[in-house]
């Protein structure tokens, strides 16, 4: 029997299926990025400590702060769109009492890619006709813009800053990122860190600058990572910053998100 709109059936009986193309990844397995939906938390639930500590693959590093953060998986509640969409946990930092906000400061979301994965993704991405897209949720309790950039290891590094936008306060937000390639990128074809996404609830001005430009690569550079950041949510005690359903795959489009399930995540 053949499905409608689905299957063509040709007038000796013999049916072919559509496939709808959905720029240039796979089928399955188009999420580089291995638990992005944040459920799998081997290590704990909640940490005050820099590094691995919660979340399989993610990790929140800090400095220069007066009172330290928390990192925790956290639930997304239901009847939110994340939660509708199958989400049932979040990477969430909650600030400390921070009395001052100093240049060196900084929180931040960190997920680090093998370069192999990168490599043998099916991305062209010393040509700037070929893109990735990244694609998360993101929900904070103070109504600001938050950046985050893409970071290339191998070679000369590379750098590409990105915004959120202004987000509403508690209300969660999809972001969509279409990144092309670029002629300075490179990835080895082994196991070794080639791409970290980072998030940033904030940075002091040792690491920004106000003068660098969004969406585009750039040759890394310490001091000017991005632009300078807006300190509200630094500056506001047991302000919080969640994220899930991250992706990274290869297109210029997002599409749904991959939920895998808990055994093959796992392995």
């Avoid at 400061?105 to 010393?126: F, H, K, M």
Wanted: charged share 15%; net charge neutral.
């Amino acid at each position: 029997m053949c499905i409608r709109d689905r299957i063509t059936t040709a007038a000796d009986g013999t049916c072919t299926a559509k496939l709808t193309s959905i720029g240039g990844g796979g089928l399955s397995h188009r999420n580089i990025v291995i638990n992005g939906d944040m459920r799998i938390a081997q290590r704990g639930t909640s940490s005050t400590s820099s590094g691995y500590h919660t979340v399989d693959r993610f990790k929140y590093t800090y400095s220069g702060t007066d009172n330290a953060p928390t990192q925790s998986q956290s639930d997304v509640a239901s009847g939110t769109t994340p939660y509708t969409l199958g989400f049932r946990k979040a990477y969430k930092i909650t600030n400390a009492n921070q009395t001052s906000v100093g240049v060196s400061d900084r929180i931040r979301l960190e997920v680090n890619l093998e370069a192999q994965d990168i490599a043998n993704s099916g991305w062209n991405y010393t040509s700037a006709s070929s893109n990735i897209t990244l694609s998360f949720w993101c929900k904070s309790s103070v109504a600001q813009n938050f950046y985050g950039y893409l970071r290339s290891i191998d070679g000369t590094g590379q750098l590409y800053p990105f915004e959120t936008g202004s987000l509403t306060a508690d209300t969660w937000t999809k972001i969509v990122k279409t990144i092309p390639g670029n002629s300075n990128l490179q990835f080895d074809n082994d196991v070794n860190r080639g791409l970290s996404i980072k998030i940033v609830g904030f940075r002091g001005t040792s690491y920004t600058g106000s003068g660098s430009a969004l969406n585009t690569w750039a040759t890394y550079a310490s001091g000017s990572r991005m632009p300078d950041n807006t300190s509200t949510w630094y500056t506001t005690n047991d302000a919080t910053l969640e994220i899930t359903g991250l992706q990274l795959e290869v297109g210029p489009q997002a599409t749904a998100f991959e939920h895998r399930s808990y055994g093959e995540e796992l392995a």
